[in-house]
Each structure stands twice: as structure tokens, then as C-alpha cells.
């Protein structure tokens, strides 16, 4: 399987509050409402919470301000993700996502890239 990871930034101007929002009950549903059509497998949201530990992470390291989020989306391969995007109803389902997003994401400052997981360790399951 693999994932399309979508690192997310709000459009400026929003609250948090008002971005959070949106993208769990609106955006959200919408992405299930196509789930068959594109072949989504899975979808997650990540909001990133407001703890001193973001900024402690952050500048031990020197990187920049995190997103506001994560989106995961599981594919079965690239290839079915591939001819679900060269039927008419993924051309459609897509570009409903896609302008859906620009309502509340900040695209300039978003990014979005295909990635395999290779699983190091996995204690969560024997909890």
C-alpha cells in the first residue's frame, strides 16, 4: 500500500478554530463521500495541538514552524491510484477535493507527496 501525505497549512487570516473546523466537517466528509471512487482505503487528520513541546522539537533542531496538520490517504498501489485519476468520476472527485481544499488551506505553503511506510516497530498493537 502506500500513502498520499498532505502536510497542511491554513489560508491566512483564518482562526484556528474556524481552519479545524472546516477541515473536520466539512472537508472531512466530503474526502468519504468519494472514498469509492477514488479507492481510498483509509483517511486520516492530524491537528497539530498548541503544546511548548512543537516549539522545544522545533528549535533544538532549527526547522520551521510546524503545519497545522497532516492528511493521510491510503491507496492500495500507485498504480490504482494512477487509473482511478484518468477515469471521469477521479477527474471529478479530485478537482472537487482540490477546490474544496483552496477554501481553507494555504496551498503555497502546504505539501503533498506519495510515500511507502516501512514499520521499524509497533508497540500500539500489543496495548
Not at 483509509?42 to 528549535?59: A, F, L, P
Not at 510546524?66 to 477527474?91: C, H, P, R
Request: glycine share 6%; charged share 30%; net charge negative.
Amino acid at each position: 500500500m502506500i500513502k498520499f501525505v498532505y502536510c497542511v497549512r491554513k489560508k491566512e487570516g483564518a482562526s484556528e478554530e474556524e481552519f479545524y473546523r472546516y477541515w473536520k466537517e466539512n472537508h472531512g466528509p466530503l474526502v468519504k463521500s468519494f472514498s469509492e471512487t477514488m479507492g481510498s482505503l483509509k483517511y486520516v487528520q492530524s491537528h497539530t495541538i498548541d503544546t511548548v513541546m512543537n516549539d522545544v522539537g522545533r528549535e533544538v533542531r532549527g526547522m520551521r514552524p510546524a503545519y497545522d496538520g497532516i492528511t493521510e490517504v491510503w491507496f492500495e498501489s500507485e498504480e490504482a491510484l494512477n487509473a482511478m485519476l484518468q477515469t471521469d468520476k477521479g477527474k471529478a472527485a479530485n478537482k472537487a477535493l482540490i477546490e474544496d481544499e483552496a477554501r481553507f488551506c494555504h496551498f503555497a505553503e502546504c505539501s503533498v507527496f506519495l510515500t511507502k511506510e516501512h514499520v521499524i516497530f509497533d508497540h500500539i498493537e500489543h496495548r
